[in-house]
């Protein structure tokens, strides 16, 4: 039976609970754990009302930390929300002792499966998550620059009037403020994207990408949409037994940072490896030590 929890019935968590209803998923069981008990019960309650109509036959209930025990995936989104104008390193001090707690509650009833995180900054709560959990490295993962990747290709996807299926470009580093994009391997069916745009271009484009999050958290106070999406595919190829090729944020050397990421059953199969230009390199060194300096600041 693959069984799902969901820790955190926020914005993002509900957001992710509700497309899990509207795909066809894989997922048997799915149970909520917040804190607010009556939120987490009405969730539960509204959503399975939505069961009749949806592709999927799930059971749907509000848990506690014993249901852990047997599931395959704990995804985490509980902790502070990101305020306009503070950056996701910002909420590091918050959200890092609401991990902690998080943690060490699931951990008392022998969790063996994967953690699925989206709480930012995901990149360093990522690392708190293996730190105190003491798992495999390829049992967490951090959605990392999915959603990032995600954005880079619609908006090329409109730019070239083209499906977003058929944009091949990657989103890579933190998921904040220093990640960038590969343009050296962007690619639009075989055709270099590099050779369709100039330099202008694409620095306006990455920009987009890298502001997206500020914009819509100052126009609607929130991102969950889009993320709740990426949670679903990831969870797919998770459930699916997939092998399938993710932007997302998976533990390498000292830190978790973002790459393409073989997914399967077992979590993170391997990173691949991409060819990166010299400037491009020094991008992906960049941000891994943009990363560590936000962990070494607890």
């Known amino acids: 039976m693959n069984k ?6 926020g914005n993002v968590g509900m957001s992710y609970a509700y497309a899990l209803v509207n795909q066809k998923c894989n997922v048997d069981e799915l149970v909520l754990i917040d804190k607010n008990q009556d939120k987490c019960a009405g969730e539960a309650l509204d959503l399975n009302h939505s069961i009749p109509y949806s592709p999927n036959n799930m059971t749907i209930r509000c848990g ?9 995936i704990i995804v985490i989104a509980a902790g502070a929300n990101q305020k306009p104008g503070e950056t996701r390193r910002d909420l590091l001090h918050k959200n890092q002792e609401i991990f902690k707690s998080i943690i060490a509650d699931v951990m008392k009833y022998n969790f063996n499966g994967i953690f699925l995180v989206a709480t930012n900054p995901v990149d360093a709560l990522c690392y708190y998550t293996l730190k105190y959990s003491h798992l495999q490295a390829s049992q967490v993962i ?10 880079l290709r619609y908006i090329l996807a409109r730019k070239f009037t083209i499906m977003p299926q058929n944009v091949h470009a990657y989103v890579l580093g933190e998921h904040g403020d220093s990640e960038f994009v590969a343009w050296s391997s962007a690619m ?6 590099n050779s369709l745009l100039s330099p202008q271009e694409k620095e306006q484009i990455s920009g987009e990408v890298r502001n997206s999050a500020y914009e819509i958290i100052a126009k609607k106070g929130n991102t969950s949409y889009g993320i709740g999406i990426c949670l679903v595919r990831i969870t797919q190829a998770i459930l699916n037994d997939e092998n399938a090729i993710l932007t997302v944020s998976s533990f390498n050397h000292d830190v978790f940072i973002s790459s393409p990421c073989i997914i399967n059953k077992d979590g993170i199969k ?6 990166l230009t010299p400037a491009e390199k020094e991008l992906f060194a960049n941000s891994r030590a943009v990363i560590k300096k936000t962990i070494q600041s607890i």
């Open 142 to 151: 951090g959605t990392g620059t999915s959603l990032d990747t995600a954005r």
């Open 4 to 9: 799902v929890i969901i820790i955190g019935c």
């Open 64 to 72: 506690d930390y014993s249901d852990v025990t047997d599931a395959k």
């Open 270 to 275: 391997r990173r691949l490896k991409i060819d």
């Open 188 to 193: 639009i069916g075989s055709v270099k994207i």
